[in-house]
Nanobody, 126 residues
Framework: QVQLVESGGGLVQAGGSLRLSCAASGRSFSNYVMGWFRQAPGKEREFVAAINWSRSSTYYTDSVKGRFTISRDNAKNTVYLQMNSLKPEDAGVYYC???????????????????WGKGTLVTVSS
């Protein structure tokens, strides 16, 4: 079984920055995509960003391009999401996701996610 544990959420003012982390444990494998989704109150969970195993490919939803950066450290089985210029509409619970396979874009809907974290809350004050 795979466990994904997020950290780094919190309260930030609009225009500020946060860095989320997600550590994977429980199973040894390679060539998997890691990514992030988010869910605001009353809304459906939406895809945010994904990165492939070799870090050669990243994929972002349009609303975060140029502001968010996804990265990963395979030695630590950890994925990061650097969020800059945060807006109130970025607020929500951010979920770490893992998909077995090589293609980052395949995590975005209607793609499959194999494992989910429990989420970390990001609050952006205006």
């Amino acid at each position: 079984q795979v466990q994904l544990v997020e950290s780094g959420g919190g309260l930030v003012q609009a225009g500020g920055s946060l860095r989320l982390s997600c550590a994977a444990s429980g199973r040894s494998f390679s060539n998997y995509v890691m990514g992030w989704f988010r869910q605001a109150p009353g809304k459906e969970r939406e895809f945010v960003a994904a990165i492939n195993w070799s870090r050669s490919s990243t994929y972002y939803t349009d609303s975060v391009k140029g502001r968010f950066t996804i990265s990963r450290d395979n030695a630590k089985n950890t994925v990061y999401l650097q969020m800059n210029s945060l807006k109130p509409e970025d607020a929500g619970v951010y979920y770490c996701a893992l998909r077995l396979g090589p293609i980052a874009q395949a995590m975005a809907p209607p793609g499959r996610v194999d494992y989910w974290g429990k989420g970390t809350l990001v609050t952006v004050s205006s």
